[in-house]
């Protein structure tokens, strides 16, 4: 199949740090996507990860890739009100052209003042 | 601000009438891919144009079709409206084939209700 799955909720107190997890189906995946939605807006691209790295930083964001487990995770550190959103995960399938996502359901943020 | 816009914000049909959405692409980029986002779920892909040709489709019916212009900007139309096709469509312009989709930039979305 071709699910990304993610976990639906979280909760975290404000300046505490936000992990969201997400599971991806395609090893050949070459790009993994973070976008974040805020409520009645587009989607903003926050962060990618190319499938050859294990780690990436960008400021206050940093990605983990377990490409054995097929698991990728987004960790906010110092979490602002303004986080409050849903997160998704992306990955282009093998087989797909480019720019054609497949995103997960999205994880809701809630960042408690 | 992402240079991506797209008309109307809203709109409202009935069931089985025909609906067109419309996108602008950001100035430079060929390629536009639409989504559709149902309240709750993640965007699904539909279909990408590119250079005005059909380049790649999810898993929509045919009543689901497109149009590139030669100025990149797009059209999604969706025939015999279905209640189940209430979604937020999003139109997503890049630049083109081979690029990163790092450089692909959504809009806003048009909220289509049918009723």
């Known amino acids: 199949g071709e699910d990304v799955e993610q976990s639906l909720f979280l909760s975290v107190r404000e300046g505490d740090s936000s992990v969201i997890n997400c599971t991806y189906t395609d090893s050949s995946s070459t790009y993994l996507y973070w976008y974040k939605q805020e409520p009645g807006a587009g989607l903003q691209l926050l962060t990618y990860i190319f499938s050859n790295m294990d780690m990436k930083q960008d400021q206050r964001l940093t990605v983990l890739l377990n490409k054995k487990d097929k698991h990728l995770s987004l960790r906010i550190a110092d979490t602002q009100t303004g986080d409050s959103a849903i997160y998704f995960c992306a990955e282009i399938p093998s087989g797909a052209g480019s720019y054609q996502l497949t995103f997960g359901k999205g994880t809701k943020l809630s960042v408690i003042p | 601000e992402t240079g991506v816009t797209q008309s109307p914000t809203h709109l409202i049909k009935t069931r089985g009438q025909q609906v067109t959405l419309r996108c602008s692409s950001q100035s430079g980029h060929n390629t536009v891919s639409w989504y559709q986002q149902a309240l709750g779920q993640g965007p699904q892909f539909i279909f990408q144009?590119?250079?005005?040709?059909?380049?790649g489709r999810g898993n929509f019916p045919p009543r689901f079709s497109g149009l590139q212009f030669p100025n990149y900007s797009s059209e999604l139309n969706v025939n015999a409206l279905e209640l189940d096709d209430s979604a937020l469509y999003l139109c997503a312009s890049s630049p083109g084939q081979g690029r990163l989709n790092t450089e692909a930039f959504f809009g806003q979305g048009t909220r289509l209700t049918v009723v």
């Open positions: 144009y590119y250079r005005e040709e059909e380049n």
